[in-house]
Structure formats: structure tokens, C-alpha cells
């Protein structure tokens, strides 16, 4: 009996994981929370303006949107800084519906691109998750861990999104 090596398995979970993150994230719709932080990421790129989706880390939204930076995204944010002193919700809806409208031929290669960022975030938690259980349990604790980091529904439905949240 042939015993697949340990790189093997490793990369078979991982073209899986991948396979199922590619296919909800070119199926599923943009959310109401990629909605908001795309467009803040390139207002903080663009603009140097971080009001927008103030109530999370602009870090995550900021590395999100750098693969969509080479297209021209259409993010015609104009606003006096006055304006917007204060946070509140309706501030990133207006800016949503406006990105949405200007991008409305590719927002959803926009979004895809967008959600390709987390693939290094996953690979960082699947080693820390696997080297972690290793060290903890031993040899083959690290592969369950490996498994469960590959196929938990929560880990695959924040995967293929776009959001720091």
C-alpha cells in the first residue's frame, strides 16, 4: 500500500479549501459589509481619508483593495472633510450605492479580486493552527487541526469575504 506523503495531503487540502472559497466567492453576491469597506479601502488609499467604515481597522479593507488598484476602480468620493466630522451608517450606504453605480460593468470582478486577499491570511492560520496542535498534541493532531482549519463553515464563509470583520 502506497502512503501519500505529507506534502501531498497538505496540498490536496489545501486545492479543496480553495476550490470551494473560488466557487462561493464568484457565486455569491457582494455583502452589505464589502459593500462599505471596498470602497473606504480606496478612499484610504486614494484619498488619505479614513471616516469612512470608521468602526473597523482600515489595515484589512487597505490590503483588500490592492489587487483592484491596477483596474482604476471608479470611486468618486467627493466630500468636504466638514461633512463628514461625524461617523454615522448613511455616510457608507451613499458611498456604496455610488461605487456600486460607477463600477456596475465589473464590480463583481472587482469584489472577487477583493476577496482573493484572504488566501495569505487562511495560509498564516493553517500553519499557526497546524504547527500550534503539533506542538501541543503531537504529529497527528496537527493533521485533524489542519482538516478542521480546512472545512469549518465559519472559517469557509469568512474566508470569501472581503471584510476585516
Known sequence: MVRPDRITIVIILT??????????ALTNSATVEEGRQIPAGLSNWKLGVFRLA???APLPRMLAVLPILPFGPKSDVTFSPE????YHKGIDAEIRQKFYDKNIRNYELLV???RLT???WWAAGAWLIWRW???????????LGLVLWCFTPNVLAMEMLATPI
Open 112 to 114: 472577487f479580486l477583493a
Open 15 to 24: 486545492a479543496l479549501n480553495f476550490a470551494l472559497v473560488a466557487f462561493g
Open 133 to 143: 496542535s503539533r506542538e501541543a498534541w503531537g504529529g497527528e493532531s496537527s493533521w
Open 54 to 56: 470608521a468602526d473597523t
Open 118 to 120: 484572504n488566501l495569505p
Open 83 to 86: 461633512s463628514y466630522q461625524r
